[in-house]
């Protein structure tokens, strides 16, 4: 019996686990930083978190995203 639901790769890519990763870094950081009352810190993770989003979409337009030319989905 398969369980193939034709399920598109939403997120299963370099780009997208990277853009996750970084952004998560950077939400997790500020959340440190508010807590300790370290506003510059804070409007830097703030910066980072953009980052995040840029590095990822970068990565996408560089073939790595879900359909990108440098992107081979794994077997399930």
Known sequence: MSNNIGDP???HSPAAW???VIMLVAVTLGVV???FDMPALVWASAALLVVGLIVGW???K???GVNGSK???KEH
């Open 9 to 11: 790769g939403h997120g």
């Open 18 to 20: 990277t853009a996750v």
């Open 33 to 35: 930083f508010y807590w």
């Open 58 to 60: 970068a990565l996408a």
């Open 62 to 64: 560089a073939g790595y």
């Open 71 to 73: 992107y081979t989905p």
